[in-house]
């Protein structure tokens, strides 16, 4: 079922509409994709000036280039994206030409939302988003707005709405994002297979990320990982 976001009623890009994007996400593939779905400029307004595969160069080609907005994936070898707002801070705070991201992620688990949300995204739509309303929700982000997929939208209310902060996680702090991601899908139930297809990863990559998961959490099949997950409500 395709997603959408939010509309104000903001009109479409036309010829004297631009904006400058910079694409960060570690598959080349969807990269490759979203290129083909946005960056036609003559027609949807919208330029890719850069690309991005890990931190150091998602830091190293939003620094050079000075885009409106990104497209930021959540899970980026070498710290995530969290790890790159926080060294793009001084661009995001700028007076003038204010850098603006958008996270754009396969994940839909509350803690990333809340996560990237913190480090100063303007909004996070999930990878099933239409190209159409990709286009329009990197409009609405130059030009300051909030932009979030539906369901998405609720965990940040709920997040900010609560004065305490969420309690520390040592064990969910040992995993990386990808991990994280992993364990999410597991206990849900998904297959080795099934995850892979999701997460564009091989089936034994999947597989070393359970046994780093299990290794970690100390524990010793996947049902009882299935069972700590659901008792933080990852599932």
Known sequence: MTETTETTGSPGPGPERRVRVVLVDDHRMFRTGVQAEI?????????????AADVDQAVTVITATR???????VHLPGGGG????????????AA??????????VSDAAEDVIGVIRGGA???????ITGTDLIDSVFRVQEGDAVFSPRLAGFVLD????????????????????????????????AYKE??????????????????????????????????????RLV
Request: charged letters at 30%; glycine letters at 4%; aromatic letters at 6%.
């Open 39 to 51: 960056g036609r400029t003559e027609e949807t307004g919208v330029e890719v000036v850069g690309e």
């Open 67 to 73: 885009p409106e907005v990104v497209l930021l994936d």
């Open 82 to 93: 969290v790890e790159v707002l926080r060294r793009c801070a001084p661009l995001m705070s």
């Open 96 to 105: 003038e030409n204010p850098v603006r991201f958008l996270a754009l992620s």
């Open 122 to 128: 303007r909004g996070y739509v999930t990878k099933t």
């Open 159 to 190: 997040a900010f709405a609560s004065t305490d902060a969420p309690p520390v996680d040592e064990d969910m702090d040992r995993l990386t994002q990808r991990e994280r991601e992993v364990l999410r899908l597991i206990a849900r139930g998904y």
């Open 195 to 232: 995850i892979a297809k999701q997460l564009f990863i091989s089936v034994k990559t999947v597989e070393s990320h359970v046994s780093a998961v299990l290794r970690k959490l100390q524990l010793s099949n996947r049902h009882e990982l299935t069972r700590w997950a659901t008792a933080r």
